[in-house]
């Protein structure tokens, strides 16, 4: 089968071929998916480029993400599955624990994963938005539902128009809550004003709390991307016993006003989704699904590359591209 694939780490051009690779056959509890379009993640981009290098042997097709049909199932997997239109998380190797036993991401023809990270895709979504969700709608649900539901909660949600921040305005409006969220142009501002929050600022102009506290008082939950930057705005509007949830690391970390926190009884959690229990990812995808299938999520603007361009589709990740970019397969 035709792959993107690297057998070192470093820079996309100097470590990205594509070429032909064995193709995968499903084992035990596994199905196999002919891939028809991949997502490209900031984590895929880490972990090629070395900054978040996992071990591997022998050579890795890259990406988390993807949508396609399964054509194949393994022992133990029901062969009702065999057509299933789905979406696929944490594909690549050293996203779950246990890792898959194989080395196969979705910039593949094929596909090969434990059947439960193949997820029926409902008719009424398209390819595009199948192929978005995977790491960012479910890094959107681990810290919205992390410690409890929003509903009913004000939410500040930093970077709505980011593919973690646009599923997190997206699911906790679905959850029932306020959504107040920041951005840092008026383009990204109509991004995620269509996602659904109540309220968007731009965090370069002033008087960004005094915005937000004209709509709600204080926020019981903050999805954080910039915990750094962002820590001083999120304490002066955090309810007391309220939660910071952050997803992103820079690379210097921030300092924690200890007391500041302690005073408030706020809650700061970390999620990243490679050491969220299996079962707890499974339940995040199947919600996601339900989502999904009552029209709340919706795709972010795309960028689309063919397989032979992926240096170039991992290049325009690592320039801050707003939106998504994909990696048409098929």
Known sequence: MRAAFYDRTGPAREVLTVGEVDTPEPGPGQVRVRVRVSAVNPTDVKTRDGTTARPFQGVRVPHQDGVGEI????????????????????????????????????????????????????????????????????????????????????????????????????????????????????????????????????YREPDVEQRIRALVPQVDRVVEVALGANLDLDLALLAPGGTIVTYAATPQDPTIPVRTLMTANAALRFVLLYGVPREDLAAAAREITVAVSEGALSPLPVHRFALADVAAAHEAVESGTTGKVLVDIG
């Open 71 to 202: 054509d194949a199932v393994g022992e133990g997997v029901d062969a009702v599955r065999v057509g299933q239109r789905v979406w696929l998380w944490l594909a690549s190797p050293g996203g779950t624990d246990p890792a898959p036993v194989a080395e196969w991401g979705t910039a593949a023809e094929y596909c090969v994963v434990p059947q439960e990270q193949a997820v029926p895709l409902p008719e009424s979504a398209s390819d595009e938005l199948g192929a978005c969700l995977g790491v960012p709608a479910m890094t959107a649900y681990h810290c919205l539902y992390t410690g409890g539901s929003p509903a009913k909660s004000n939410v500040l949600v930093a970077g709505g128009a980011g593919a973690v921040g646009h599923f997190a305005v997206e699911l906790a409006s679905w959850a029932g809550a306020t959504v107040v969220t920041t951005v840092s142009s008026p383009e990204k501002a109509e991004l995620a004003t269509r996602a659904g929050a109540d309220l968007v600022v731009n």
